[in-house]
């Protein structure tokens, strides 16, 4: 697990994660040298990439063996040859999981470099090709059609356009360029599409970029579980207060057959827009989404006039999940955290006062800003 870097946070984060996790419960438990261990084991691990890509199956419009067996033909046709399992969960009915391959320590290093930002670079490991808009640098010469090998700028210092650069950069694969330099760093903007077809990448992993839309979700192992574990039925109302981009939101809506009522809300209105869109993509009608501020969300005063929309009045729900907004640093893979302390330590006051707000159930699911971390 040493291939890439461990995780690098700034000072003041890295002391305090240093002081929770070394603490006097951990240490009688473990001693210190076994405490150390693992918590540079956990640094290691989150710098990579997880065991299995994980795909919730949308079982509103077909059956998981149906969209297991289209999924193992879309795979072989992108491996070429390459047998990879497509697995069925031992328990949960609805997921399926593709192993990830790597990392491959023994690819060859082209001359020609391409830099990419750290975001992209992740993306990258989980399977997708580069795309223009997180081409950060090309070597001076590159062409449409050469070969290059990829490589992440995990600490973001290259410069847009630079024609070299020799600062922390972590080696992501070898791809096909689509487009030359010139063209990626036109005058006229940033271009859109596709910008590095990614061949051999480190850690071999599915491309799922238009792959069955309609009947797959690429979701994280532990978002699925939150939503079985809060057990919607058919024919409920649901509230979700946190609810972009709407992976959990369509999985509700699913496990309850299209059938009741599930309500999603998030206070940004491009998030709102794509849970509408994901809602589309996945054919399911039972979903309303409204941009509105959680923390507002529970109408203290009852009103004549009658709406479907936010606020709510107390025990207006059979169910509430609460996902709150988090400090992501669970997300896999992510080899430099960017955030400040002040940032990390903020977000504990807004959980809490979301979970204080929610407008009665008889069920609420808070989830964990750690739940990514098992993923």
Do not use: W
């Given at each position: 697990?040493?291939?890439?870097?461990?995780?690098v946070?700034?000072?003041?984060?890295?002391?305090?994660l240093?002081?929770?996790?070394r603490?006097?419960e951990l240490?009688?438990a473990?001693g210190t040298q076994?405490?150390?261990?693992?918590?540079?084991s956990?640094l290691?691990?989150?710098?990579?990439?997880?065991?299995?890509?994980?795909v919730?199956?949308?079982?509103?419009l077909?059956?998981?063996?149906?969209?297991?067996?289209?999924?193992?033909?879309?795979?072989?046709?992108?491996?070429?040859?390459?047998?990879v399992?497509?697995?069925?969960?031992?328990?949960?009915?609805?997921?399926?999981?593709?192993?990830?391959?790597?990392?491959?320590?023994?690819l060859?290093?082209?001359?020609?470099?391409?830099?990419?930002?750290?975001?992209?670079?992740y993306?990258?490991?989980r399977?997708?090709?580069?795309y223009?808009?997180?081409?950060?640098?090309?070597s001076?010469?590159?062409?449409?059609g050469?070969?290059?090998s990829v490589?992440s700028?995990?600490?973001?210092k290259?410069?847009r356009g630079a024609?070299?650069?020799?600062?922390?950069?972590?080696?992501?694969?070898?791809?096909?360029?689509?487009?030359?330099r010139?063209e990626?760093?036109?005058?006229s903007?940033?271009?859109?599409g596709?910008?590095?077809r990614m061949i051999e990448?480190?850690?071999?992993?599915?491309?799922?970029?238009?792959?069955?839309?309609?009947?797959?979700?690429l979701q994280?192992?532990?978002?699925?579980?939150?939503?079985h574990?809060?057990n919607p039925?058919?024919?409920e109302?649901?509230?979700?207060?946190?609810?972009?981009?709407g992976?959990?939101t369509?999985?509700?809506?699913?496990l309850?057959?299209d059938?009741g009522?599930?309500?999603?809300?998030?206070?940004?209105?491009n998030k709102?827009?794509?849970i509408?869109q994901?809602?589309?993509?996945?054919?399911?009608n039972?979903?309303k989404?409204?941009?509105?501020d959680?923390?507002?969300?529970?109408?203290?005063?009852?009103?004549?006039?009658?709406?479907?929309?936010?606020?709510f009045?107390?025990e207006?729900?059979?169910?509430?999940?609460?996902?709150?907004?988090?400090?992501?640093?669970?997300?896999?893979?992510n080899?430099?955290y960017?955030s400040?302390l002040?940032?990390?330590?903020?977000?504990q006051?807004?959980?809490?006062?979301l979970?204080?707000?929610?407008?009665?159930?008889?069920?609420?699911?808070?989830?964990?800003?750690?739940?990514?971390?098992?993923?």
């Amino acid at each position: 697990m040493s291939f890439f870097p461990k995780i690098v946070f700034q000072h003041e984060v890295e002391e305090y994660l240093t002081k929770v996790f070394r603490n006097n419960e951990l240490i009688s438990a473990l001693g210190t040298q076994e405490a150390e261990k693992k918590y540079q084991s956990l640094l290691s691990h989150l710098s990579h990439p997880p065991a299995f890509t994980t795909v919730r199956v949308n079982t509103h419009l077909a059956s998981v063996q149906h969209v297991k067996k289209m999924l193992f033909e879309e795979i072989q046709k992108q491996f070429k040859g390459l047998c990879v399992p497509v697995l069925e969960h031992p328990k949960l009915q609805d997921i399926l999981l593709i192993p990830v391959i790597g990392p491959r320590p023994d690819l060859k290093k082209h001359a020609s470099e391409v830099i990419v930002g750290a975001q992209c670079g992740y993306a990258v490991l989980r399977g997708a090709h580069v795309y223009v808009p997180g081409i950060v640098s090309t070597s001076r010469f590159v062409k449409a059609g050469d070969l290059v090998s990829v490589y992440s700028d995990i600490e973001g210092k290259c410069k847009r356009g630079a024609k070299e650069f020799n600062g922390v950069k972590v080696f992501l694969g070898n791809g096909i360029s689509e487009l030359s330099r010139s063209e990626i760093f036109s005058s006229s903007g940033p271009l859109k599409g596709l910008g590095i077809r990614m061949i051999e990448p480190v850690y071999l992993s599915p491309s799922f970029d238009n792959v069955l839309p309609s009947h797959l979700f690429l979701q994280n192992l532990p978002s699925v579980v939150v939503s079985h574990v809060l057990n919607p039925q058919p024919g409920e109302k649901i509230l979700d207060m946190c609810a972009a981009p709407g992976g959990k939101t369509t999985h509700i809506a699913t496990l309850m057959h299209d059938q009741g009522e599930v309500i999603a809300m998030d206070k940004i209105a491009n998030k709102v827009k794509k849970i509408k869109q994901n809602a589309e993509f996945l054919q399911l009608n039972c979903i309303k989404a409204f941009c509105y501020d959680g923390t507002k969300a529970l109408l203290v005063e009852k009103t004549e006039d009658k709406q479907e929309g936010p606020p709510f009045l107390p025990e207006s729900f059979d169910r509430i999940l609460l996902d709150a907004p988090c400090s992501g640093m669970g997300q896999r893979p992510n080899m430099a955290y960017s955030s400040t302390l002040k940032e990390v330590t903020s977000y504990q006051p807004l959980q809490r006062k979301l979970f204080t707000v929610q407008p009665g159930s008889i069920r609420v699911l808070l989830t964990s800003q750690l739940q990514h971390i098992c993923c």
